[in-house]
């Protein structure tokens, strides 16, 4: 008890010496801040988001866009290894920007995060939405599809309001229902029901040639699809002033939350492409459900309803646990008076959950749930919430190693990669930023067919609407100059250091 004492006071001062009193309940261990991490995109959803689109353009091959993803997203978990080690606070994009960049570029940085995530919850949501009527074997209408979802992310929301140890509850009963029933009926396809031989993994079944581009082109776009499967780590930084030690902590949480994720949507990847029926009809649209497909053909239909549970709370975990990443990142915008209302999103409830955080990004996410009345306009949003995700990391790991050259930032926390940490900070940015003009890039192989042009471009479209809505926020009530202490935590020995851009 002494020990715990000790650890919380000295948590407390940490915070202090940045900047801020500690207002929300700093119980989390190491586990309940992985399990932040691995809920936000779990094994099931990242598998989901994935496994149908990625099939559909490269075939059997797609399964290499995986490790791909996974291998660039370690990169990025290196640089917010460091970053969290010296800074673990709430808002890591928003909060490390300001402190390695101008006010300006941090708060845009901030706003286009909070903005991705939000959007990204009302993706979740419209996607977990279906799955409610199919337990009951119904087919949902737009109109009933749109306000099962608004349902859905208010029950999400009440779970977040009663605080971090309700919701730790809730994620790691979901995650441990998940985790097991991923990873046993991944082996059991891989080991039982296998219908093909291994050389299906590097057949791309004439997909390519179907959709008019090249092999080359189209592991390409299944690379910015799979990419998405493998962000959710960020979500234990967003919890990093709910967690003991988080300097030493948080670091590790990402690391296992990716690293765990990543080899679990990998297992289950290959275990659905080999144990599928026909993986052919993937490719020609005659399946657009592979995993069910694969699930039920070799456990039989008794295993459909049982799979539809599992799928509900991988979803149910996912978005409890994004929408808490999401409030703490408002908070954290909040709190030094940045965002619009901060006195309002600022508020922290007796149950020390960020309230008012928590209700702005509900009402955010849900505003957009409208648009899943025309699917044309949800395909849009699925695929902003991608490009978006990515820009952030881009943004971050190129003002940290500007940072690293200009001698402005040296890494001081528990951890530092020496010589080490600006060759993978170069190839952070460079992996992030062609991840970026991949996903941005206008691709009609991966809209529905028929789409508007403006789906097609949606990616591009969205980015550049948030950005533009951002900088005339900024021009206009310049956040930027209210922006608390921002030079008062640089570097150790830095504290004349001009900002970086």
């Not at 050389?199 to 791309?204: A, I, K, M, N, P």
Request: with cysteine; proline share 5%.
């Amino acid at each position: 008890m002494a020990e715990e004492t000790t650890q919380a006071t000295t948590d407390a001062e940490r915070l202090e010496a940045l900047g801020y009193r500690q207002e929300l309940r700093r119980s989390l261990s190491v586990l309940g801040n992985i399990s932040m991490g691995f809920a936000v995109v779990s094994p099931v959803v990242g598998l989901y988001a994935a496994a149908q689109v990625g099939m559909s353009v490269a075939g059997g091959a797609w399964i290499w866009a995986l490790p791909i993803c996974l291998l660039g997203q370690c990169l990025v978990v290196a640089i917010y290894s460091e970053l969290a080690s010296q800074w673990p606070l709430a808002g890591g994009a928003y909060q490390w920007s300001r402190r390695l960049a101008s006010p300006a570029f941090a708060w845009l940085s901030g706003w286009m995060w909070q903005f991705a995530v939000m959007f990204g919850n009302t993706t979740v949501a419209y996607l977990a939405s279906p799955w409610v009527f199919a337990l009951f074997g119904a087919v949902p209408t737009p109109t009933e599809q749109v306000l099962v979802s608004v349902g859905f992310m208010l029950c999400c929301t009440l779970v977040n309001a009663y605080g971090i140890n309700f919701l730790r509850w809730f994620v790691s009963l979901g995650i441990a229902a998940e985790a097991v029933a991923s990873v046993l009926v991944g082996f059991t396809l891989l080991l039982v029901f296998r219908q093909h031989g291994f050389s299906l993994l590097t057949d791309f079944l004439n997909a390519p040639a179907g959709l008019g581009v090249s092999d080359t082109g189209a592991l390409l776009a299944a690379v910015a699809v799979a990419g998405w499967a493998f962000i959710g780590f960020d979500a234990c930084v967003s919890t990093a002033e709910e967690t003991k030690d988080a300097a030493r902590q948080v670091p590790k949480a990402m690391w296992w939350s990716l690293l765990s994720v990543g080899l679990v949507v990998i297992l289950n990847a290959i275990s659905v492409e080999l144990a599928h029926p026909n993986p052919a009809d993937v490719v020609s649209g005659k399946d657009l459900d592979p995993v069910t497909t694969a699930v039920t053909h070799a456990f039989g239909g008794w295993a459909e309803k049982p799979f539809v549970v599992v799928v509900l709370i991988s979803f149910s975990a996912c978005l409890m646990a994004s929408q808490g990443g999401a409030a703490r990142g408002l908070y954290s915008l909040a709190r030094d008076e940045v965002f619009p209302f901060s006195r309002q999103v600022r508020k922290v409830n007796k149950h020390k959950a960020p309230i008012g955080g928590l209700v702005a990004a509900t009402v955010i996410s849900c505003a957009a749930l409208p648009l899943g009345l025309s699917t044309s306009a949800m395909g849009s949003l699925i695929t902003f919430g991608s490009a978006a995700t990515f820009v952030p990391f881009f943004l971050l790991t190129l003002v940290a190693l500007v940072a690293r050259l200009r001698g402005v930032w040296k890494p001081a926390g528990a951890v530092r990669y020496g010589r080490l940490g600006t060759p993978v900070n170069l190839l952070a940015v460079l992996w992030t930023g062609f991840e970026v003009v991949n996903i941005c890039w206008p691709r009609s192989i991966l809209a529905p067919v028929g789409a508007p042009w403006y789906q097609v471009w949606a990616a591009l479209l969205g980015v550049g609407t948030v950005t533009l809505a951002g900088l005339a926020y900024l021009l206009v009530r310049r956040p930027d100059r209210r922006m608390h202490g921002a030079d008062q935590d640089r570097p150790l020995g830095d504290e004349l250091a001009p900002a970086v851009l």
